[in-house]
């Protein structure tokens, strides 16, 4: 599919404030690969496609998860918003035709991270954090400086963020976010 008929497609399912981010991600990823010698072109892709099922219900995300037959964790269950990553590879690959194992591994993982990352999944899951329209967060403008000069810094720097963020709202933390984090401090 072209990028004009997936931005057709995108904003049909997409809030205007998540169509713009995912604008965002993309023009993020593609300046994030060019300095990390990532395909470009690969990184835009995955970038503007991270979030194609973000804007589903949680009921009908965890519908959906189950009639595709998509594994959901103990965590997944309880909060169902985590399954987009899962659900917006799932339609990268059926409804926008994408093979490339890598750009769906960054999609599935954009929010959770996972273990031993691959450059592509490290944008991706930086570039989802860092791009322009996100609302200032504290330690953002130190985060966006190491995303393009240290990406496994930046990396630990989100993971931790996000841990001490969701500890203090006191919601549940997806097992995979937390070995993420252990596997690149240790």
């Not at 970038?47 to 959901?72: Q, R, T, W």
């Not at 860092?130 to 403008?141: G, K």
Request: charged residues 30%; proline residues 4%; hydrophobic residues 35%.
């Amino acid at each position: 599919m072209e990028r004009e008929e997936m931005l057709i497609s995108l904003k049909k399912k997409l809030s205007p404030k998540r169509y713009v981010h995912s604008i965002g991600v993309e023009y993020t990823a593609a300046c994030m690969a060019f300095i990390y010698g990532e395909d470009v072109q690969r990184a835009r892709l995955a970038g503007l496609l991270h979030d194609n099922a973000k804007c589903l219900s949680n009921e009908d995300k965890l519908k959906k998860a189950i009639k595709h037959g998509l594994p959901i964790n103990p965590c997944e269950q309880e909060n169902p918003d985590l399954l987009h990553g899962k659900l917006g590879a799932y339609y990268a690959r059926k409804k926008f035709g994408v093979t490339d194992e890598e750009i769906l591994s960054s999609i599935t993982y954009h929010t959770t991270g996972k273990p031993d990352m691959t450059l592509l999944e490290k944008i991706i899951f930086v570039a989802d954090y860092i791009e322009p329209n996100r609302r200032m967060i504290s330690e953002l403008s130190e985060i966006r400086k190491e995303a393009m000069t240290d990406l496994d810094k930046c990396v630990v720097h989100i993971l931790r963020h996000t841990l001490e963020y969701l500890a203090l709202k006191g919601v549940p933390i997806d097992d995979m976010t937390e070995k993420t984090y252990d596997f690149y401090t240790k």
